[in-house]
């Protein structure tokens, strides 16, 4: 009978990919080497001035390393902080999950059971609003714009829930339902559930005057350097950070709470093939091997799901991804229109591995 198992076993595992037997995609001291050699050559060529990357391996910072200058006169160095862009969505996304994990939020229930909608947005009557929930905002199934036009009113394109459109619209419809609950800010939130507890002090959704020295300042396509916006509190795009502290933050995502990650690591919806943004009408294919869960996109690989975000905001560009199975991971934070060009070269270099979910992006392009 054991022989019979293991032949079984054998001929089964022989139907098996290769790809099935790939090693995990984890840095070691080659990609170190070749890294250090690879990522100025890749910045001269894509005209990045400067650079911020940290690389995870068993559940620790293994590697962290500075390029170029943040500004006209000085280099980029670990507490160099970045626009982190729409990695703020994340971030924010673990605190909805949070409470909804203390069930202070239903993830299913409309919006509009806890806030009056009219009253923190500039939106259409339209009655669809009722059907917004938590869930579909984290997804980007709102039916919402990314960002509505200049002095427009919001309105909703599709039918809530029907399918992928990112959205930056909906985050901040659900930052102000989640003040409302809470009766905090979103920074007051971020600083005792993240910032605080992971010890992440170059970070925040507002601007701090201890920025003023410290920050990075972005870069257009030819290298000129772009005046820097000082945000307000907004879930989708306003976090201010260095690559040190999101991969604290990453660390703490992959060995914290298991139901949190499983809600986040759970397709919630395939991405469409042909578009990022604005998608909407209903898709005609699908993106293969790509989909979003809450709060961050879905790959598949060898090692089971990664989780990945990217971020644009302009002049500052950035990206992440995480293999929760290996504990293993990357961030890159970019004062560069032209930061996500050298991604999939600096990902494939550190893991060994390319990544398809910013090919998707970049043929994509919003």
Same mark, same amino acid.
């Given at each position: 009978?054991?022989?019979?198992?293991?032949?079984?076993?054998?001929?089964?595992?022989? %139907?098996?990919?290769?790809?099935?037997?790939?090693?995990?995609?984890?840095?070691? &001291?080659?990609?170190?080497?070749?890294?250090?050699?690879?990522?100025?050559?890749?910045?001269?060529?894509?005209?990045?001035?400067?650079?911020?990357?940290?690389?995870?391996?068993?559940?620790?910072?293994?590697?962290? $390393?500075?390029?170029?200058?943040?500004?006209?006169?000085?280099?980029?160095?670990?507490?160099?902080?970045?626009?982190?862009?729409?990695?703020?969505?994340?971030?924010?996304?673990?605190?909805?999950?949070?409470?909804?994990?203390?069930?202070?939020?239903?993830?299913? /229930?409309?919006?509009? =059971?806890?806030?009056?909608?009219?009253?923190?947005?500039?939106?259409?009557?339209?009655?669809?609003?009722?059907?917004?929930?938590? +869930?579909?905002?984290?997804?980007?199934?709102?039916?919402?714009?990314?960002?509505?036009?200049?002095?427009?009113?919001?309105?909703?394109?599709?039918?809530?829930?029907?399918?992928?459109?990112?959205?930056?619209? &909906?985050?901040?419809? %659900?930052? +102000?339902?989640?003040?409302?609950?809470?009766?905090?800010?979103?920074?007051?939130?971020? +600083?005792?559930?993240?910032?605080?507890? !992971?010890?992440?002090?170059?970070?925040?959704?507002?601007?701090?005057?201890?920025?003023?020295?410290?920050?990075?300042?972005?870069?257009?396509?030819?290298?000129?350097?772009?005046?820097?916006?000082?945000?307000?509190?907004?879930?989708?795009?306003?976090?201010?950070?260095?690559?040190?502290?999101?991969?604290?933050? !990453?660390?703490? !995502?992959?060995?914290?709470? =298991?139901?949190?990650?499983?809600?986040?690591?759970?397709?919630?919806?395939?991405?469409?093939?042909?578009?990022?943004? $604005?998608?909407?009408?209903?898709?005609? /294919?699908?993106?293969?091997?790509?989909?979003?869960?809450?709060?961050?996109?879905?790959?598949?690989?060898?090692?089971?799901?990664?989780?990945?975000?990217? &971020?644009?905001?302009?002049?500052?560009?950035?990206?992440?991804?995480?293999?929760?199975?290996?504990?293993?991971? %990357?961030?890159?934070?970019?004062?560069?229109?032209?930061?996500?060009?050298?991604?999939?070269?600096?990902?494939?270099?550190?893991?060994?591995?390319?990544?398809? /979910?910013?090919?998707?992006? %970049?043929?994509?392009?919003?």
């Amino acid at each position: 009978m054991a022989r019979a198992l293991a032949a079984g076993l054998v001929a089964a595992l022989s %139907l098996l990919p290769l790809a099935a037997f790939a090693a995990p995609p984890v840095p070691d &001291g080659a990609s170190i080497a070749a890294l250090e050699k690879r990522v100025p050559e890749l910045m001269r060529d894509a005209k990045v001035p400067g650079l911020s990357i940290a690389l995870i391996r068993d559940g620790k910072i293994y590697w962290r $390393q500075s390029f170029g200058r943040k500004d006209a006169s000085h280099p980029v160095t670990e507490a160099t902080t970045f626009e982190a862009a729409s990695l703020s969505k994340v971030v924010f996304a673990t605190i909805v999950l949070k409470l909804a994990d203390e069930g202070r939020i239903d993830l299913d /229930a409309p919006l509009t =059971r806890y806030v009056d909608t009219r009253q923190v947005l500039d939106v259409r009557e339209d009655p669809r609003l009722s059907a917004i929930t938590a +869930r579909m905002v984290l997804s980007h199934r709102t039916g919402f714009p990314d960002w509505r036009p200049n002095g427009g009113a919001l309105q909703i394109h599709f039918p809530p829930g029907d399918h992928f459109s990112y959205s930056g619209e &909906g985050f901040i419809y %659900l930052q +102000r339902a989640v003040e409302t609950i809470t009766g905090k800010g979103l920074e007051e939130l971020a +600083r005792e559930n993240v910032f605080g507890p !992971l010890g992440m002090t170059s970070s925040s959704y507002v601007w701090r005057p201890d920025f003023v020295d410290g920050t990075a300042i972005g870069h257009d396509k030819d290298g000129a350097p772009q005046p820097k916006k000082k945000r307000d509190a907004m879930a989708a795009y306003s976090l201010q950070t260095n690559a040190v502290d999101y991969a604290r933050f !990453l660390i703490a !995502l992959m060995k914290g709470s =298991r139901k949190i990650l499983a809600e986040m690591e759970t397709a919630e919806t395939p991405v469409p093939k042909d578009c990022t943004v $604005q998608c909407f009408d209903k898709p005609g /294919a699908f993106a293969p091997g790509l989909a979003w869960g809450l709060g961050v996109g879905l790959e598949d690989t060898p090692e089971g799901k990664a989780l990945w975000h990217w &971020g644009d905001n302009g002049a500052f560009k950035a990206y992440m991804v995480a293999y929760p199975k290996a504990r293993s991971g %990357l961030v890159m934070f970019a004062n560069s229109e032209n930061g996500l060009d050298i991604v999939d070269e600096i990902a494939k270099t550190a893991l060994g591995s390319g990544q398809p /979910a910013i090919r998707w992006v %970049l043929a994509n392009p919003s």
